[in-house]
């Protein structure tokens, strides 16, 4: 790789940003409860499945955070979207498969997935 | 493409917490993860020093930002376990305020890191060193693409807008020094980056070398643009191995990608850089005798006129400056001169990187902007003096430094503030001392190393300090006279007044503030016959109270056998046979041992 211009520096930069976007302050969390209930229920996919769907779709400011049991573990995994300035809202129930629905909708465009939403904190 | 992982586990890789065991935390953490399928989602990086040194190794989590202190091999289980799965934060690995014992989990919140404004240190320890992508992620070579977008009398003019001063202790006019060699005739010219760091207790130099090796290239080969020259030499001490590992490693990077090399950018211009490994002597810091050591020649200051500006290396004009100098290079570029040149003082423009050692709970690098007070170093970031005992005295500007008292500390540090008070900035070197130290003891250390060091081209300089030292070594031993004081006083100023470098000139320095402020602390040596902070052996003297209950420990750990008592009797020191070594105080159990 050769970089000839601002252009090629630029692009890289990119790239590079994207990639360390963990060690900077980000927009919207996105947190997967991962405590024994929901591990056991499959949380591990589930937060595989988002962290191949940002990437893929390469959105920046994103960060991906795990906690532990919140006391509603019949509905695990549980998902939490924080968007900045907006209520946190709970996903429940989350299968891999719903994992590109809520990244679309809610994450990019805003829309909370009305049919797999547990609560709104 | 790399898939996007969702926590940043940061390592310190710098020499501090490589030599308190982080080499064995990065494999250990890598092989974990593996274990567990997560090393896809959980990337581990090296990073370079975050100025934390003493509470090595250091880990860093992200996206938290949590930040561990004196992480294990051991301890790696548990924060992959509670931590990276869990999302439950390792309280006993958290960082502890010293004043008041409460854990701190952010990063952003240690006092240590919060009055510090991270310029040349800003990406220290948060980029991995050995990826020049991590640094154009981090705005890296952006200050080169603009600077060689302007003309070089332009870039000239950033830098002299910045009111950037040199780093390594002159403080003279970096954009002025440019402004010489780019005047200078001559079609080849030279830039040279002295890495050369050798006052005691001083690593912030090393430190921007390991952890953001890319950002030294980027402000010489802007300079080298800007003054007319093609090639560039960094000379850097080989007790440094790391610091010239990985600007070995960034300098092939720079030369794959044409950062380096011919045509930059496509502006059209050339830059090479070579790496220079200096043996370690500390005249070689003085640019004239740097530029001899380069050729190949003794390490000897040789009168200037004329300047390196005009006759450097091999005899071509040369621009030569301190490492933590460029370091501040590329972000004046990228972000205007102005911008810097709003901190600071009205003559002392930025920040300045410090190196707080010493009797001080944070040992460390601290870069804070000019005109903070020593105050707010030593108490805010440094989080005061340990054990709580009293301070007495801070010694600033390495050996060749002075020692500021109590009445100082308020005093808003910039280059004149600090000569003015008799020390000097030097090149940051701050080391915090309480009232169990003795200042002609101190002095006499500093004097130890410049005597030391003395090239020895001057005799002032190689007789004078050694004549000094002797003096002091009297006094200390107690054999110190009335005339002592005054002699030490009028040797100085030969010394100061006939030696050719700045070794020489500032060799008295430590002894001479010490005398300015700490007076008592010397007569009470010749006069009274006294260490007041008892110190210097010749005063000691080891004495056994009621308190002593005859157990007999003192006796069997005292190495001169100078102890006598039956046990459950009380002991005797014979003073004749003590030789002061202490431990016998050390070990009673009960407190019946005095030392005065």
Known sequence: MVIKNLDDLRKIKETAKQATSARHENGTQVIVGMGTCGIAAGARTVMTAILEEISRRGIQNVSVMQTGCIGMCQREPLVDVVRPGEPRVTYGNVKPEDVPRIISEHLVNGRIVGDLVVAKI | ?596
């Not at chain 2, 300098?251 to 090399?261: N, P, R, S, V």
């Not at chain 2, 410090?354 to 001080?360: M, P, S």
């Open chain 2, 1 to 596: 493409m790399e898939k996007l992982a969702r926590a940043h586990v940061l390592v310190c890789g710098g020499t501090g917490c490589s030599s308190s065991g982080s080499k064995e935390i990065i494999p250990e953490m890598r092989d974990k993860l593996k274990e567990k399928g997560m090393d896809m989602e959980v990337k581990v990086v090296e990073t370079g020093c975050h100025g934390l040194c003493e509470l090595g190794p250091l880990v860093i989590v992200y996206p938290e930002g949590v930040f561990y202190i004196r992480v294990k091999p051991a301890d790696v289980d548990e924060i992959i376990e509670n931590h990276l799965i869990k999302g439950r934060v390792v309280e006993r690995l958290l960082y502890r305020e010293p004043a008041t014992l409460a854990t701190v989990p952010d990063y952003d919140d240690i006092a240590f890191y919060k009055k510090q404004k991270r310029y040349a240190l800003v990406n220290c320890g948060h980029i991995n060193p050995e990826s020049l992508e991590e640094y154009i992620g981090a705005d890296g070579y952006e200050g080169l693409a603009k600077a060689l977008s302007m003309k070089p009398e332009e870039v000239i003019g950033e830098v002299k807008k910045s009111g950037l001063r040199g780093r390594g202790g002159g403080g003279f006019p970096t954009g002025n020094k440019w402004q010489f060699t780019r005047a200078a005739a001559g079609d080849k010219k030279y830039v040279i980056c002295n890495a050369d760091e050798g006052d005691p207790g001083a690593f912030m130099d090393r430190s921007v070398l390991e952890g953001d090796p890319h950002r030294i290239l980027e402000g010489m080969i802007i300079c080298g643009y800007s003054v007319g020259a093609d090639e560039g030499y960094i000379y850097c001490r080989a007790e440094y191995p790391l610091a010239i590992k990985r600007l070995q490693g960034a300098i092939k990077q720079a030369m794959d990608t044409g950062l380096l090399g011919e045509n930059i950018l496509g502006s059209g211009f050339n830059f090479t850089i070579h790496i220079k490994e200096g043996a370690g002597a500390f005249v070689c810091g003085e640019e004239t005798a740097l530029i001899a050591s380069i050729e190949g020649r003794r390490g000897m200051p040789r009168p200037r006129p004329p300047f390196p500006a005009n006759s450097g290396l091999w005899g071509k004009p040369s621009n030569i400056n301190n490492v933590e100098t460029f370091a501040n290079i590329p972000s004046i570029l990228r972000d205007g001169g102005d911008y810097f040149a709003s901190q600071g003082t009205e003559t002392s423009k930025g920040t300045k990187v410090f190196a707080l050692t010493g009797k001080i709970n944070n040992t460390g690098l601290a870069e804070v902007p000019m005109g903070i007070t020593m105050r707010e170093i030593i108490y805010d970031i440094g989080g005061g003096i340990p054990d709580g005992k009293k301070f007495k005295a801070v010694q600033i500007g390495g050996p060749s430094g002075g020692c500021l008292p109590e009445q100082l500390l308020d005093l808003a540090i910039d280059y004149e503030s600090l000569t003015k008070a008799g020390a000097m900035m030097g090149s940051g070197g701050l080391v915090v001392m309480d009232e169990t130290t003795c200042m002609v003891d101190v002095a006499r250390y500093f004097l130890n190393f410049t005597q030391d060091e003395s090239c020895g081209k001057c005799t002032p300089c190689r007789e004078g300090t050694k004549r000094m030292l002797e003096i002091l070594n009297r006094i200390c031993d107690g054999h110190g006279t009335d005339d002592d004081i005054p002699l030490l006083e009028s040797l100085a100023s030969s010394i100061k007044a006939g030696s050719l470098c700045a070794l020489g000139q500032t060799a008295p320095n430590p002894v001479l503030s010490t005398l300015n402020f700490f007076r008592n602390d010397y007569e009470a040596h010749i006069k009274d016959h006294k260490c007041p902070a008892g110190v210097c052996a010749a005063f000691v003297g080891y004495t056994i109270t009621d308190n002593c209950r005859g157990c007999g420990l003192c006796k069997k750990v005292c190495p001169v056998d100078a102890i006598t008592g039956e046990i459950k009797g009380k002991h005797l020191i014979d003073p004749n046979k003590c030789i002061k070594c202490g431990a016998c105080q050390a070990k009673c159990p009960f407190k019946a041992i005095d030392k005065g």
